[in-house]
């Protein structure tokens, strides 16, 4: 009978066990536990990306308003110091406008075909920057109205403002000048309260990015340009 042990006395071992994982494979544990792990890590990032998204706006506004401020300054200059009026309009155009007044000081490109200056709102698709001045008001591009364009201006501008202000219309008296803004991320947020006091009193501004409200450069009756947030 032949002897099933070996010369050393020990059994012969077995065929080698066959794996049914192909190499470099993932498990089903495997693939949802890295599943999980990129889905934490997406609604960890989201909340950061859409706040840098938000700043990035935010700085867009104000250097695209500084520019503005600078094109009517240039403006003024070359027009016996005075500022553009205010834009009314009972057609589909929009009410405060930038003023066509100020093409020939801004980038090239920034007229549309109702020859009005087209500098998109970076918050708001379908709106541009507003423009609002004390003074004449030009009603449907072809009445000119004097003392009909008003600001609300807030009691302690620009220091600590007050619940309490008047409008100013008249450029003389006025301690605001104009202001240019950005509506910022909602139009309709409720904490314009009255529309009509856009922009310069401070809780319509917006202060954080996760925040509603305006972004507002405007002109103080001395020639000093201030910022919100």
């Given at each position: 009978m032949e002897d099933s042990h070996d010369n050393q006395g020990h059994t012969p071992?077995?065929?080698?066990?066959?794996?049914?994982?192909?190499?470099?494979?993932?498990?089903?544990?495997?693939?949802?536990v890295v599943i999980a792990i990129l889905s934490l890590l997406v609604s960890i990032l989201l909340p950061s990306?859409?706040?840098?998204?938000?700043?990035?706006?935010?700085t867009q506004a104000h250097a695209?308003?500084?520019?503005?401020?600078?094109?009517?300054?240039?403006?003024?200059?070359?027009?016996?110091w005075q500022i553009p009026p205010t834009r009314f309009s009972c057609s589909s155009r929009t009410a405060y406008e930038l003023p066509v007044e100020l093409l020939g000081y801004l980038p090239e490109g920034r007229r549309n075909d109702l020859d009005v200056v087209e500098m998109p709102d970076p918050f708001t698709e379908g709106e541009?920057?507003?423009?609002?001045?004390?003074?004449?008001?030009?009603?449907?591009?072809?009445?000119?109205?004097?003392?009909?364009?008003?600001?609300w201006v807030p009691d302690?501008?620009?220091?600590?403002?007050?619940?309490?202000?008047?409008?100013?219309?008249?450029?003389?008296?006025?301690?605001?000048?104009?202001?240019?803004?950005?509506?910022?991320?909602?139009?309709q947020a409720s904490k314009f309260d009255i529309p009509g006091r856009l922009p310069l009193p401070s809780k319509y501004w917006l202060t954080d990015a996760g925040d509603t409200g305006v972004i507002v450069h405007y002109e103080d009756d001395q020639g000093r340009i201030h910022l919100s947030p």
């Open positions: 071992a077995g065929p080698p066990a066959v794996s049914m994982r192909r190499p470099g494979a993932f498990t089903l544990i495997e693939l949802l990306l859409a706040r840098a998204k938000t700043l990035a706006r935010i695209e308003l500084r520019a503005i401020t600078l094109a009517i300054e240039m403006y003024r200059h070359e027009n016996d541009c920057y507003k423009y609002r001045a004390v003074g004449p008001a030009i009603l449907n591009e072809s009445i000119i109205l004097p003392d009909a364009a008003n600001l302690g501008l620009p220091g600590a403002q007050l619940e309490t202000g008047r409008y100013c219309n008249d450029p003389q008296t006025s301690p605001v000048r104009y202001a240019v803004y950005s509506l910022g991320p909602d139009p």
